[in-house]
């Protein structure tokens, strides 16, 4: 079974710095998929950022970009130029690919505080 | 505009009172399914659907049903819900992933009490 691991359970990054979010997973399979989601104080979530695991190339979204590491197993979310509106908890989720069912596998979530 | 929406939003019930969640989703998705999310454990799948008339337990079925008849809908049913039942619960859609592009789209969540 899979398994996501985020190991910091709080985080505060001051407005306009730079802040990384760790994200770990463990899987068998070959063929994956990573997403980081945003869950703001309305409870919505949010899909922030994704990576295809047969891609080497680094995703990106506007301010936010993430550290693919397959070999180490890593896949962490770097913030740039933080917002206040980027408050929020944010999971780290892994998704296998096949043609059965594709649960999305939950780390346990970083809060991320952005202080003015 | 797409969307996934679920009913209701907030709910306070009493042990052993049956109640349903419904979920809609307007994107045509063959694929859906129900996760809770409890403090401290991110959110784990509690029953899937790959389509009309075919679903699955999760991770975490028990004390649960759900059924699917329509191609949008996808109701969670808890028929004697107990307090260990208090969680935050999202549906989600998507197609399947061999498809290009499998992102799960989430309802609004319903915050679920019971006590």
């Known amino acids: 079974a899979q398994t996501v691991t985020q190991s910091q359970p709080e985080m505060s990054v001051q407005e306009a710095e730079t802040v990384t979010l760790s994200c770990t997973y463990d899987t068998s399979e070959s063929n994956y998929y990573l997403f980081w989601y945003k869950q703001p104080p309305s409870r919505q979530m949010i899909l922030v950022i994704r990576?295809?695991?047969?891609?080497?190339q680094n995703a990106t979204e506007n301010r936010f970009s993430v550290n693919f590491q397959k070999a180490a197993k890593s896949f962490s979310l770097k913030i740039s130029d933080s917002q206040l509106g980027d408050t929020a908890m944010y999971f780290c989720a892994f998704m296998k690919h096949n043609w059965g069912n594709t649960p999305l596998v939950f780390g346990k979530g970083t809060r991320l505080s952005v202080i003015a | 505009e797409a969307q996934v929406t679920q009913n209701p939003r907030y709910l306070i019930t009493v042990t052993g009172k049956k109640l349903t969640v419904t979920c809609s989703q307007n994107?045509?998705?063959?694929?859906m399914s129900w996760y809770r999310q409890d403090p401290g454990l991110g959110l784990r799948q509690i029953y899937y659907?790959?389509?009309?008339?075919?679903?699955d337990k999760g991770d975490v079925p028990e004390g649960y049903k759900v059924s699917r008849k329509e191609k949008r809908n996808f109701p969670l049913i808890l028929e004697s819900p107990s307090p260990n039942q208090t969680s935050l619960y999202f549906c989600a859609s998507s197609s399947p992933a061999g498809r290009t592009n499998n992102e799960q789209f989430f309802g609004p969540g319903t915050r679920l009490t019971v006590l």
């Open positions: 659907s790959m389509n009309v008339e075919v679903t």
């Open positions: 990576q295809e695991a047969y891609k080497q």
């Open positions: 994107m045509n998705h063959e694929y």
